[in-house]
């Protein structure tokens, strides 16, 4: 049974929105619901990589037994958001294993999971990826905003000793001109675009002044899912996030809050929904470390999609052969879908 099919009693009035109507009350940004992927630049690891993990930890091994196809597929397949973690890596070569990794030798972030371990990556260099994106997005103008989630990599890597680079304001900033190096301000959604003139990015949100449907398509969005220690430091003494690339993860009370990471939607379904009715921006997940897929469970997929979370995250935007019938999609295959907390209430 496709996942589709067994979630059609629960989805059945929750239609794709054409890019060609507009409703009575034209929907944001903030009133859709759409799936995208975890770790989405992520190849399989070498066997021998592999079966060295397995040696040390069987469920490690097996929570890292994922794979994406290249970024461009996965957006053709309907995912509106994609997930990059970011190694800071300025001189370069940080990361590289020898003369041969060429990308890897190059200044600038890299993209990798276990930088030393579970390393492949279909865009070893961020201003690859991101080029990919944005050339996919020149030919794709009418789709929906795209949420690009970054992790911003600090953990040691069990596969070898050497500890991945500190992110510090210089490396915060670094990253916000890298990005800009490549995507024009035109096609990004910015913290002040949504602050506008009040007094701080949280009243803004509250307000109802995330850009309509309409203004966003075509564009993309930055959200830094990442502790409190780290993004204060990506704020600095900014009162939200004047200036920022990105929207960050932060609680509901803070002055710079927008976006929210809320990763497990059955012990917390009920806080996102209150936070997606409030106008915040959510990221949830269908599912994690293989486990919904190896055990063919839906439970966290079915309160996913209940909960209203903007973008549903999952590791299956394909059906992995060895797990058959496990696979996340929106009804019909849609991109988007009118979003049941929100916009569904007040479309005609």
Known sequence: MSISLALAPLLFAAAALPSSSVPAEAPKMNDIQAVGTHN???QAMRDDV??????????????????????AEQLDRGARQLEIDVNYDPEGGYYAKGKSDAE???????????AFS????????????????????????DHAPIMLMFNAKEDADPEHGK???????????????????????GKLILPDDVQGSYPTLRDAVLAGNWPSLAAARGKIF????????????YRGKRKSLEGRVFFVNTDENSPAAAYLTINDPVAEGERIARDVRAGFIVRTR?????????????????AALASGAQYISTDYLWEDPRFPG??????????ERCNPVRACLKMP
Not at 51 to 61: G, P
Not at 286 to 302: K, N, Q
Not at 326 to 335: E, M, S, T
């Open 40 to 42: 989405s630049y992520k």
């Open 50 to 71: 592999h079966a060295r993990i397995r040696a040390k930890s069987e469920k490690l091994a097996q929570a890292l037994d994922y794979a994406h196809r290249p970024l």
């Open 104 to 114: 890897l030798l190059k200044p600038g972030f890299k993209v990798l999971h276990m």
């Open 118 to 141: 579970d390393a492949a990556s279909s865009c070893e260099r961020l201003v690859t990826c991101l080029a990919v994106i944005r050339d996919w997005s020149d030919a794709h103008p």
């Open 163 to 185: 500890p991945a680079l500190r992110f510090d304001e210089k490396a915060f900033d670094a990253l916000d001109r890298e990005i800009l190096s490549v995507l024009p301000r």
């Open 222 to 233: 930055f959200a830094l899912d990442e502790h409190e220690a780290k993004v204060a430091l």
């Open 286 to 302: 269908a599912d994690a470390d293989t486990w919904e897929a190896r055990e063919g469970s839906l439970l966290r997929l079915r």
């Open 326 to 335: 496990y696979r996340v999609a929106l009804p019909g295959g849609a991109a």
